[in-house]
């Protein structure tokens, strides 16, 4: 992502106040084509879409809702692409996931199943 200029250039090269130049990035964050980002900066949403920034572990959760109870879970190679995360990082949240009782035990040649949905609290928690 493009990152905007700082607020303090906004204000030098604007001749702008604090208030005025942080209502410009409101309304840019507003319209969905900016959003905050660590660090007091701000940067350019692509395609108008914001940056999904729950735990890996939450969104493969979701997924799990998606698929359904009974059905083939994807690869952690697959769910890597997916969700632009490493391989070590999708397995340890997998690894979670088992241990919650949600998904089957995966191993190499093996397909994982959904065991069961996750509770609220156990989204919560993870």
Do not use: C, N
């Not at 350019?44 to 799990?64: C, M, Q, W, Y």
């Amino acid at each position: 992502m493009t990152e905007l200029p700082r607020l303090a250039d906004v204000m030098r090269d604007h001749d702008v106040s604090r208030g005025l130049a942080l209502r410009a990035f409101y309304v840019l964050r507003d319209e969905g084509l900016a959003e905050s980002a660590p660090g007091a900066r701000w940067r350019v949403i692509r395609g108008g879409e914001s940056e999904d920034r729950r735990p890996l572990v939450d969104r493969i959760a979701a997924l799990i809702e998606q698929v359904g109870v009974g059905s083939e879970f994807p690869s952690a190679s697959a769910l890597s692409s997916r969700f632009d995360a490493s391989r070590p990082t999708v397995s340890k949240a997998l690894a979670k996931l088992e241990a919650a009782g949600l998904l089957s035990a995966g191993g190499q040649g093996k397909v994982r199943t959904v065991r069961a949905l996750p509770s609220r609290q156990e989204r919560s928690q993870s």
